[in-house]
């Protein structure tokens, strides 16, 4: 069965930290996709990044950087010098082509002090 | 303005009443989701619509009863509810319906039942 595990429930830095979420993931399958969603408080969960199980090349996009490593099963995000705005829930989500679903973490809640 | 719009924010109703929530999107996806996201719990997929097909109703009891009239709206009709479906319900669509497509949520309609 499959299963996201974000250990950290809640994270607390000041401004201008940086911050890692951890993301581990469970699956026997071999073809499946990792994904990083935001949730505001406003609510509304908000697309960050997708990745495939066949492309390990680490990401980076501005503040935000991903480590996918299949040798440990995680996806960690890392976000680079903080902001408040970065304060939110951010969920792992694990997608396995058989079961044509995604299973969600239970969510990291990041809270970010001027 | 977020291409899921969800309707409305806030619901507060009894056990014995009648209502629905509404979801639209205008990001011309063909698949739509439903979501319960309670509070410490993990978020929970309720139902997935293809090509306005319910593909999928993961063990949701009856007294919420999906509706998709075509790919752009989504509905849950609500009635009988108990204490324990107090919640956020968040909707989603994606592309297609399939794993490796990340999926677009609106901001959510937060119901409280008295």
């Known amino acids: 069965a499959q299963k996201v595990t974000q250990a950290q429930t809640e994270i607390s830095v000041v401004e201008k930290e940086d911050v890692t979420l951890d993301c581990v993931y469970e699956?026997?399958?071999?073809?499946?996709?990792l994904f990083w969603y935001k949730q505001p408080p406003s609510g509304e969960l908000v697309f960050l990044i997708r990745r495939n199980s066949f492309d390990e090349q680490n990401e980076i996009s501005g503040r935000y950087s991903w480590n996918f490593q299949k040798s440990t099963s995680s996806f960690n995000f890392t976000i680079t010098a903080s902001q408040v705005v970065d304060s939110a829930v951010y969920f792992c989500?694990?997608?396995?082509?058989?079961?044509?679903?995604?299973?969600f973490g239970d969510g990291t809640t990041l809270t970010v002090k001027p | 303005e977020t291409g899921v719009t969800q309707t409305p924010r806030h619901l507060v109703m009894g056990m014995t009443n009648k209502k629905s929530l509404k979801c639209e999107q205008h990001?011309?996806?063909?698949?739509m989701y439903w979501y319960k996201q309670s509070a410490k719990k993990p978020l929970e997929l309720m139902f997935v619509?293809?090509?306005?097909?319910?593909?999928e109703n993961n063990s949701v009891p009856s007294r919420f009863s999906p509706e998709c009239p075509n790919s752009s709206h989504l509905f849950l009709h609500l009635h009988t509810l108990q204490p324990e479906d107090s919640a956020l319900y968040l909707c989603?669509?994606?592309?297609?319906?399939?794993?490796?497509?990340?999926?677009?949520f609106g901001d959510g309609t937060r119901l409280s039942i008295l």
């Open positions: 699956t026997r399958d071999t073809t499946y996709y």
């Open positions: 990001l011309g996806h063909n698949a």
């Open positions: 989603a669509s994606s592309p297609r319906q399939g794993v490796g497509q990340p999926q677009h």
């Open positions: 619509y293809s090509l306005e097909e319910r593909v």
């Open positions: 989500a694990l997608g396995l082509t058989n079961a044509g679903k995604s299973t």
